[in-house]
Nanobody, 116 residues
Framework: QDQLVESGGGLVQAGGSLRLSCAAS????????MDWYRRAPGKQRELVAS???????NYADSVKGRFTISRDNAKNTVYLQMSSLRPEDTAVYYC??????????WGQGTQVTVSS
């Protein structure tokens, strides 16, 4: 079954760190760009970071220098290392990949809460 499964969320104090993981089915992961999105309460979903199959990365301005996206192709897993966390980073974080020829794969989401 094609799926994305996130883990690693939790409660952390401002300034702390968390690492999110997203385990993917191989047909979703191989040769595909992988993304992390987040949705904060009362806000629209936001693209946080992307990583291409070749390892090229892009970040939202709000997380540049604090978050790092990476992938382990042997494990079909993408990671989001989050450091210097702020209360405004509180959100549900989702793993995403495009479905070929059209559509989307989404994980179930993992809650990240940053206390001040």
């Amino acid at each position: 079954q094609d799926q994305l499964v996130e883990s690693g969320g939790g409660l952390v104090q401002a300034g702390g760190s968390l690492r999110l993981s997203c385990a993917a089915s191989s047909n979703i992961f191989i040769n595909k760009q992988m993304d992390w999105y987040r949705r904060a309460p009362g806000k629209q979903r936001e693209l946080v970071a992307s990583i291409s199959s070749g390892g090229r990365t892009n970040y939202a301005d709000s997380v540049k220098g604090r978050f790092t996206i990476s992938r382990d192709n042997a494990k079909n897993t993408v990671y989001l290392q989050m450091s210097s966390l702020r209360p405004e980073d509180t959100a549900v974080y989702y793993c995403h990949a495009d479905k070929i020829p059209w559509g989307h794969y989404w994980g179930q989401g993992t809650q990240v809460t940053v206390s001040s």
